[in-house]
């Protein structure tokens, strides 16, 4: 990082947002209620945060609603729109370090991640929607010479966002780039474990002159405000990013009021399968660790399940051992640091507790395995690889979101397409081979929403991202997205 800063000293001087941000104003919570929103960097409290709930929800969509109403955003040109939101992106850019700093103190990632990774697709991303907004074309449907047919996209109106803690602005920006660059207005509610970086960044929108009530964050928690919004009858898009189980309850809010369409980017149990014949040994292995240890495995595409071709299985997994130790927890204010904390006490105990049952269930436990930095009052866990696993284990099966390797092996192709779709999931595949034929044929085999081959990156802002079966459906990032955000209007006019 090219950035000389002192981000211990940074964090003594951050002031953080605490209120909900509702019609262009911070304001408490109705009840009054607030909650602690703690840091895993070292247990300590940062701030009390407003605990909204429906209420103050109501108030938000109200006030949403009121804006877009009002054609304040909604009734803006695309190109005025554009201009708006580079701003904003401008101002997130400015502002990266400190967004950057309230990620890692707020959910533990290192800062680096945080200012290199994080931030840089954020700012992207909203600069990306920015500049595609006034370049999307409507449609003239074919039809007699005397009449016309228009097929418009319009804003749907009000979307509710609710998101989680593994990337609290990127997932956030996801969903609001495209649906503010199409003229709706949002009520975002983040995760209870990272409400810090929304809360700055809708006032960001609003000094980049997004006008009052477009963009409204309410900090709360899942069964109170993520539910309302769920279950909202003004609300007509609910877009989510979250575990499967949660996802499930939004399809219910939706039949129990008013039929909101519903989007959901949910878990993953991802499979990379690496054959004998990878032309790059080092670089697959090398992937299979950043796959899986990267933000300590809280990723929804994790890499967790590491299919390798038997006759490379012992040589390869060392390779991977070795690359696995380039990540050991260690200060997430620290610039060198590759690999934080945990979210939350929480969150930690769930992924020990996966560890031992792997271990219980048969599997070896190759490296890893234990908490550690326990003296600084936060939540670390080392990185670890279990061998000798079988797809109906545990630890095969269920998404830890920690970071846990499960490694399997396979004999054939068939055999390994077979383990690879035997889940319930479906986000993402990566796949390492020399053989064009085979690589092709297994992409197709592989039922996910993303399959990577001879590399982990699976592509930027350009290419959708989601899931098949129950990783869910609707796609974040690209044009696909503004799908979600949009609803297709046909005017027929008769002039004959
Ligand atoms: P989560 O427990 O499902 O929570 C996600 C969001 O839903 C949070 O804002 C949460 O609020 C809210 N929520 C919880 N219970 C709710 C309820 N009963 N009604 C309405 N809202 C509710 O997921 P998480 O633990 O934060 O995040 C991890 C999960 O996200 C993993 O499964 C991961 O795979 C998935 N994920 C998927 C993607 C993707 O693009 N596919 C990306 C990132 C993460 P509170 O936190 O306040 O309770
Ligand atoms: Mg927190």
Not at 127 to 141: L, T
Not at 203 to 212: F, K, N
Not at 348 to 372: C, D, H, N
Request: charged share 25%; net charge negative.
């Amino acid at each position: 990082m090219n950035i000389a800063v002192d981000w211990r000293a940074e964090a003594r001087r951050v002031n953080f947002r605490k209120e909900a941000f509702i019609d262009g104003n911070f304001v408490s919570a109705a009840s009054g209620k607030t909650f602690a929103c703690t840091s895993p960097v070292d247990g300590a409290v940062l701030a009390q945060v407003a605990e909204c709930d429906a209420e103050d929800v109501d108030r938000a969509v109200k006030a949403a609603r009121k804006a877009f109403e009002a054609g304040a955003w909604a009734g803006q040109s695309p190109k005025s729109r554009k201009r708006v939101m580079l701003k904003f992106a401008e101002l997130i850019h400015e502002n990266a370090n400190e967004l950057a700093l309230l990620e890692t103190l707020d959910m533990g990632k290192p800062i680096s991640a945080a200012r290199n990774g994080d931030l840089r697709a954020v700012t992207e991303c909203v600069r990306w929607y920015a500049e595609a907004i006034d370049k999307i074309y409507d449609e003239i449907a074919p039809a007699p010479r005397t009449a016309l047919a228009l097929i418009e996209r319009e804003p749907v109106g009000v979307v509710g966002a609710v998101v989680p803690w593994n990337f609290p602005l990127l997932m956030a920006a996801w969903k609001f780039s495209p649906a503010l660059a199409a003229g709706n207005s949002m009520v975002l509610k983040p995760a209870e474990q990272s409400p810090l970086s929304a809360l700055r960044i809708g006032e960001l929108a609003a000094d980049a002159g997004i006008p009052p009530g477009v963009f409204n964050v309410v900090p709360g928690f899942g069964e109170t405000a993520g539910q309302a919004l769920g279950r909202h009858m003004d609300v007509d898009a609910l877009a989510f990013t979250g575990s499967t189980e949660v996802g499930k309850f939004f399809l219910k809010y939706s039949a129990e009021s008013n039929m909101k369409t519903v989007s959901l980017e949910c878990g993953g149990k991802s499979p990379n399968i690496v054959f004998a014949d990878t032309p790059d040994l080092d670089a697959a292995a090398k992937g299979a660790a950043d796959g899986i240890f990267y933000n300590s495995g809280q990723v929804c595409d994790a890499a967790s399940r590491l299919l390798v071709e038997d006759k490379i299985h012992d040589r390869f997994l060392s390779r991977v051992a070795e690359f696995a130790q380039a990540y050991q927890p260690a200060d997430p204010l620290d610039e060198k640091t590759t690999m934080g904390a945990m979210v939350d006490q929480t969150q930690t105990r769930r992924v020990l507790q996966f560890i031992s049952l792997g271990q219980q269930e048969g599997a070896k436990l190759v490296t890893g395995g234990k908490q550690v930095r326990q003296e600084t009052g936060g939540c670390y866990i080392e990185p670890t690889i279990f061998d000798r696993v079988e797809n109906r284990m545990t630890i095969a099966r269920e998404e830890i979101f920690g970071p846990v390797l499960s490694t399997i092996s396979f004999k054939t192709a068939e055999e390994a397409v077979a383990i690879a779709n035997d889940s319930k999931y479906g986000l993402e595949a990566n796949l390492w081979t020399n053989d064009l034929t085979r690589a092709h044929r297994i992409a197709r085999a592989l039922r996910a929403g993303t399959v990577t081959i001879n590399n982990r990156d699976g592509g930027g802002i350009e290419v959708p991202f989601g899931g098949y079966k129950q990783s869910g459906f609707g796609r974040d990032k690209s044009l696909h997205a503004i799908e979600k955000y949009t609803q297709l209007k046909t005017t027929y006019i008769s002039f004959g």
